[in-house]
Nanobody, 125 residues
Framework: QVQLVESGGGLVQAGGSLRLSCTAS????????MGWFRQTPGKEREFVAA????????YYSQSVKGRFTISRHNAKNTVFLQINSLKPEDTAVYYC??????????????????WGQGTQVTVSS
């Protein structure tokens, strides 16, 4: 059974930075596509970023492109999300997810197989 554990969230002022981590256990995820999603109360879960397990290609939502960077360290079975120039609208619970079944990187959360418990990011203005 795969377990994903996120960490690195917190309270930060607008303009600040955070680095989120997602560490997997139970299986090596180097070949999996990995994604980050976020959700605020009353809103749909939103795709943020993803990284391919086959070629390391990265994908971002328009709202975070240029400010967020997804990366992975396969030897540590860990995926990172570097978040810069934080805005109050980035406040959300951030989840990482693993997709085992696709060559194509997907942005639909329902297609991912494993999820972490989430880490809260709060940006004050």
């Amino acid at each position: 059974q795969v377990q994903l554990v996120e960490s690195g969230g917190g309270l930060v002022q607008a303009g600040g930075s955070l680095r989120l981590s997602c560490t997997a256990s139970g299986r090596t995820l180097s070949s999996y596509n990995m994604g980050w999603f976020r959700q605020t109360p009353g809103k749909e879960r939103e795709f943020v970023a993803a990284i391919s397990g086959s070629n390391g290609g990265t994908y971002y939502s328009q709202s975070v492109k240029g400010r967020f960077t997804i990366s992975r360290h396969n030897a540590k079975n860990t995926v990172f999300l570097q978040i810069n120039s934080l805005k109050p609208e980035d406040t959300a619970v951030y989840y990482c997810a693993a997709d085992r079944g696709s060559i194509v990187v997907r942005t639909t959360g329902a297609l991912y197989d494993y999820w972490g418990q989430g880490t809260q990011v709060t940006v004050s203005s």
